[in-house]
Each structure stands twice: as C-alpha cells, then as structure tokens.
C-alpha cells in the first residue's frame, strides 16, 4: 500500500491556506523591498542630475552616502529572502507533519502493516491502483481540517 | 449463560472505565510516563525530541502536601488543582535543552528565551475536534540554566466539563524557529476523564 506524497500536500486544504498566508508575508517584504529601492534609484537619479554643481567634497560625500544606502538595501533584501526561505521551510514541514500524523492513524485504524509514501524520487516505481491509498487518505485528512 | 456473559462484559467496563489507585506517587508517575498508558505521547521532528505528559491532579497534590497530609487537607487540595488541566511538555535536542544548542548565536540564543519566558501562551494551542480554541489558563518556564537534558514546561488548561466528554483534543506547538514545523499530539480525552488516583494515608 503506498500514498503519493506530492499529491497529497497539493491537495491538502491546509495546504492552500498556509500557501494564501505565507504570500501575503512576502508581498509585504517584497513591497517594503521596493520601496527602498524605488527611494535609491530616486536618489541616484537626482544625484546624477545635480553631480555638475556639486564641489568634489560634496561628490565624495553623496557617492559615500549612496553607496552605503546600496549596501544597507542588499543586506535587508538577503535578510528578507533568508526569512522567506526559513517561512518557507517551517509551512512545508507543517504540512508533512500533519499528512505523517494522519497517515499514521489511517494506518493504524485500517489495519495496515505498512504504507508507503511515494514521492517521485523514485522509491515507488510501480503500483496496482488498488494499492493506491492517495484519494482515500487525501479524502480523510481535508475532512479532519476542514471539521467545525 | 446469557445472564453470565453480560455480567462478565459488564464487570470489564467497569473495569477499563475505573480510575487507577496507586499507593506510592513514584508508581504513578512511572505508569504516567509509559507511553502505552495513554498519558505520554513522544514525538520526533527535525531533530527535536518533544514529550507531551498529562499530570494527574493527585499528583500535584501529592507534591503540595505530601504522603501523610492532615485530615481534610486532601480534598481541599484536590479541589484547587481539578480545576485545570496540568501537561508538561518537554523539548530536548541532542539530549539537552534547546537553550543550550543556540548558545553559539546571541540573536537566536535572546529570542529563544524570550519566547520560552513571556510567549509560549502564543505557541502552544489546544483545541477540540471541531476546532475550538481553549484558552491556556498559564504556563511556567522554570530556567535549568543548562543543568537538565530537556527544556520542560508547565503548561494549565480549564478543566471544562464541555470539552472534557469529547473523544480527543489536538496540542499543538508552533514551530519555534528550529525548522520542525507545528507539532501536533493528539490527546485521548477518555484517559483523563479517569485518570489515575493516589490513596493517601
């Protein structure tokens, strides 16, 4: 008996909630990204415009500030994606935690020795339908989420 | 034979439905902490070993006053403690407390015991079948300083007759930074509507 994770997780209500929530954490941080980087490019615009009246010390100082504000971006841009990355990894392991927490119980409740999850690496390569617990586990789980 | 055979299906009811005594605390909490017993549930996720177990209000009787209390101490205390629900939960990695594994990264190491201290009340959930919330009562986050193998903490619920008759209610913890997502334990609620009992002396 075998249960196709992939599908599973595609089809888990849960899934499509936790997918709704973590995009709208990143259109935040993507926004707030642009933001600043619309701001310099701005900055740099008007530099570029107004470099001619300015006095070499002048020049040094801008291009010093500008560079540091360019710095100050692409660390906030490596740290959001990091935390992306990190939102990412926590949903995902949620989501397998809940389909291994039920499989289990399925398993359990159904009599089965043992069910394995095929993933498409390759560690099931063949099996009858009737082996195929996907509908019914996929069926079962969105029925305890989606319980009130 | 009919007659018999009822009596004998009824006398295992009463049997399984009976709360357990034990005459010594240290019996108890052996029983509590064997798995099989339905008051300790285990679980393993990204490296974090977690353990979530029920304490019966004897228990915590038994600590506040001891084997031998006075007369009329033991329902008195009975009654302060049956009003909550009591779990420990307790989280280790690599056999020690999850404190001690980010000690090498300050920022992490800060807001890690922030969260153990002031925000666990925002981590830990527990909720019925149909999913209704049931508000923690409180917590308590005693800090070994990294003399004990697992960060543990006490965790109280209402006792509310409402829930109480429900078949299970999910615990679960958020994933608190350490990549193993929500875990969930998945209590059976007919084990601690007869939970197990001291006989005080």
Known sequence: MYVDVNKLIEGYSRTKIAKAEYQKKTAVMKSNVDTLIANWQKELKNYEKERTSFSAGELKLKQELLGNKQQQITSYQEAVQKQMQEEDKKMTQTLINDINDYVKQYGKSKGYKIIFGASGGGNIMYGEESSDLTKDVLEGLNAEYDKK | MIKSSLFLCLLSVLLVSCNKTFDKPQEMAEFIADPDNGYCYTKKAGGVDYTLQYRPTDLL????????????????????????????????????????????????????????????????????????????????????FGISDATTILVAYPRDEKYMNEKYMDFTIEDLGLYTGEIKFRIDMSKLRTEPQLRFK
């Open chain 2, 61 to 144: 009787v038994e600590q506040e006053i001891g084997q031998n209390p006075k007369p009329g101490t033991i329902e008195q205390t009975r009654k302060k403690y049956e009003k909550y629900l009591y779990f420990n939960l307790s989280m280790a990695m690599n056999k020690k407390e999850l404190l001690n594994n980010l000690a090498a990264d300050k920022e992490r190491f800060g807001q890690m015991l922030s969260e153990l201290s002031f925000g666990m009340d925002q981590k830990i959930h527990l909720y019925t079948a149909t999913k209704d919330t049931i508000a923690m009562s409180d917590f308590s986050y005693p800090r070994m």
